[in-house]
């Protein structure tokens, strides 16, 4: 069987490098450096959760019975930008858990860049590398577990590899430091992950535009969170609840909520009381980025114009929408 590295490098062609690269806003050499560190952080996830039977047993079951499923690459690329949002989707959640995004995030700091859409596009290629390796060699649990110590062993001891492997113990010790603030809140930590989501639909819902202006509203709620929790250390809210961006998984967790903005005044309100009470030093950081959201959606595009052509930059509607969600963050 080919090494996974080097077939992940291969299915991942130069075309597709350019591609993600012009989505990304960054030099294919910088997205070839993320590529690397995602390849070596999934496997050694993957590596580490077979390490028992039971979780050998249970990445077998998630491996895709189509191992050709990783081919439409084109098309996980359409689907993790179309909405601006960054996939942290069950698969993800699993393999690198409740740290996720503070690993996105550390990534993204180290290579100036947001990195958690080509995570998001390696996870799915690699499990189908594996698929077809597992089916090629008739591998049960034990054989996957001995290929993914075997690969990422291998990785690791590459003197070549130094510079992506410390890029991803860093990540990796970025979410093992988000966990802990994470397992902190109980089950406020919801709220907090889901704050700029909701700040997003409540003045996005304020005024229901066109497709392509809500595009551009969360396409501006996504760089000014990206923006936001730059200098976030690791260990902090920011970095454990926004270091990745913008995900899905926040977004479906207020999806219901959407049409009712009073319900989502009321989520930040509880949001921002978590962090006032188990992270004070970190309110006035948390209050400020989640009024970013808000302030960028709202003017992400003009309301009450055709095409573009005047209208007005901040409706009345979405001025009363930000006073609620500065209220609410108090």
Do not use: C
């Amino acid at each position: 069987m080919a090494n996974l590295f080097e077939s992940l490098s291969s299915a991942i062609n130069p075309e597709i490098v350019s591609t993600l690269g012009k989505a990304l806003g960054a030099d294919t050499s910088s997205i070839n450096q993320g590529l690397a560190a995602a390849a070596p952080l999934l496997l050694g996830s993957m590596s580490k959760m077979a390490s028992t039977p039971a979780g050998a047993e249970s990445l077998l079951k998630m491996l895709p019975q189509d191992s050709g499923a990783f081919g439409s690459l084109t098309s996980m690329i359409s689907n993790l930008f179309s909405a601006g949002t960054t996939g942290s989707g069950s698969m993800l959640s699993s393999l690198l858990g409740p740290g996720l995004n503070a690993i996105g995030g550390s990534l993204s700091k180290a290579l100036g860049f947001n990195v958690m859409p080509l995570i998001g596009i390696a996870a799915p290629a690699l499990m189908g590398l594996i698929s077809k390796g597992v089916q090629t060699e008739k591998l049960d649990a034990n054989g996957l577990t001995d290929l993914l110590k075997r690969e990422t062993t291998q990785f690791a001891a590459d003197p070549a590899n130094a510079a992506t492997m410390k890029r991803v113990n860093d990540a990796i010790a970025a979410g093992d430091k988000a966990q802990a603030v994470i397992g902190s809140y109980g089950a406020d930590w919801s709220k907090v992950a889901a704050a700029p989501v909701a700040a997003l639909m409540a003045v996005t819902s304020s005024d229901l535009d066109g497709p392509f202006d809500t595009m551009k509203e969360v396409k501006a709620a996504q760089a000014a969170l990206l923006e936001a929790t730059k200098a976030a250390p690791d260990g902090s809210v920011l970095a454990a609840a926004f270091g990745g961006g913008l995900t899905q998984d926040a977004l479906k967790s207020v999806r219901e909520m959407a049409r009712d903005r009073d319900a989502l005044v009321r989520l930040i309100a509880d949001a921002t009381a978590a962090v006032k009470q188990r992270s004070p030093g970190e309110l006035d950081a948390f209050r400020a980025t989640i009024r970013s959201i808000g302030k960028a959606t709202a003017e992400a595009a003009k309301e009450g114009g055709f095409f573009g052509i005047g209208g007005t930059l901040v409706s009345d509607d979405e001025k009363a929408a930000l006073a609620k969600i500065e209220a609410a963050t108090a």
